[in-house]
Nanobody, 121 residues
Framework: QVQLVESGGGLVQAGGSLRLSCAAS???????FGWFRQAPGKEREFVAS????????TYADSAKGRFTISRDNAKNTVYLQMNRATPEDTAVYYC???????????????WGQGTQVTVSS
């Protein structure tokens, strides 16, 4: 069983930066990791994903050029660096993990509990 614990959320001013972390436990060798977010009254949406090696990343259009996903397999941790934050980035951010071979923007087997990010204008 894989467990995911997010941290690093909080309040940031528009234009500021925040780094989210996702600590994984259990068997995650070879797994793809992703970040999703859900704003109040909206559906959960894909933000970014990263392959096991880190050599392949995918971003939602809203994240391109501002967010960076990375991972440290030695620490079993995935990160989401958020730069130039806007109020539209306010949401609960979820970390997710899945074995390879699935669609990295949609199909995940394991989810964290989420961390709140609030961007003030």
């Amino acid at each position: 069983q894989v467990q995911l614990v997010e941290s690093g959320g909080g309040l940031v001013q528009a234009g500021g930066s925040l780094r989210l972390s996702c600590a994984a436990s259990g068997r995650t060798f070879g797994y793809v990791f992703g970040w999703f977010r859900q704003a109040p009254g909206k559906e959960r949406e894909f933000v970014a994903s990263i392959s096991w090696s880190g050599g392949s990343t995918t971003y939602a259009d809203s994240a391109k050029g501002r967010f960076t996903i990375s991972r440290d397999n030695a620490k079993n941790t995935v990160y989401l660096q958020m730069n130039r934050a806007t109020p539209e980035d306010t949401a609960v951010y979820y970390c997710a993990a899945t074995p390879p071979g699935k669609r990295p923007t949609q199909e995940y087997d394991y989810w964290g509990q989420g961390t709140q990010v609030t961007v003030s204008s």
